[in-house]
């Protein structure tokens, strides 16, 4: 069991998902705990959220921009570095060549140190969760953009002619594994993260007991490392 990464601490971190708000419930209590501790972290969006409402007068257009302003809005309350929308058709998503490409890019730009993205097998270990299937693609793509196509030159060679020189990621973290083996303490941040999730009001406005979800979810995640709140992760250290 590991319970804090191990290695030198990370300079720079980057998050890769599919929606708005995908961060939020996944990491993003690890992701204020890094930006406190000095951590450059860069969050990737890969679709524009545009299928992610019940409303029947809301347009595709007009979901994409209020996405967009609560993802940036959660993104300031965490402190984040940046936050990148790549825009693919949100309940499309696959793992192509081109989406590979696109997070390849950002990797080669932002260079971090610990890429964290979700889970890219349908694991039907929860009750009442399918897993969505963007998650699942943009995990794939996040994952075939880190090894190889990120740290070697001869791949994507216009990513060179953008003057983006290869970069190699140290770790990678997964959410929603079924087999995690770290576990990062939240403690000291489950309220600002509680905070980052209620600024997609879109999503989760009106929406009852979130908090108590929350702290219980990150309760259970805890329970194995002897922590109040924890997120948990499967962790890769490439060679």
Not at 43 to 64: A, F
Not at 126 to 139: I, N, Q, R
Request: with cysteine.
């Amino acid at each position: 069991m590991v319970q804090e990464q191990a290695q030198e601490p990370y300079s720079r971190a980057m998050v890769v998902v599919a929606h708005p708000d995908d961060a939020e419930f996944g990491c993003s209590g690890t992701a204020v705990k890094w930006s406190r501790e000095g951590v450059e972290v860069v969050y990737v969006i890969v679709t524009d959220g545009s299928k992610g409402t019940s409303d029947r007068h809301m347009t595709p257009e007009r979901l994409v921009e209020t996405r967009n302003r609560e993802q940036l809005a959660a993104g300031q309350i965490l402190g984040l570095k940046e936050v990148v929308f790549l825009g693919y058709p949100d309940a499309y998503l696959q793992p192509t060549l081109e989406l590979r490409r696109d997070i390849t890019r950002q990797i080669r730009k932002y260079r971090p140190d610990v890429l964290v993205t979700t889970n890219p097998v349908r694991n039907l270990m929860g009750a009442g969760y399918l897993g969505h299937p963007d998650h699942m693609a943009a995990g794939e793509a996040a994952l075939a953009a880190v090894y190889p196509s990120a740290r070697d030159h001869l791949t994507f060679p216009e990513l060179l002619q953008e003057g983006l020189e290869p970069h190699k990621v140290r770790e990678v973290l997964i959410i929603g594994h079924p087999s995690p083996d770290l576990w990062i303490d939240v403690t000291d941040t489950i309220d600002i993260s509680i905070r980052a999730i209620r600024a997609h009001v879109s999503q989760v406005g009106g929406r009852e007991g979130l908090e108590a979800r929350m702290k219980e979810g990150r309760r259970q995640n805890g329970k194995p490392a002897g922590m109040e709140y924890a997120e948990s992760f499967k962790r890769f250290v490439l060679p």
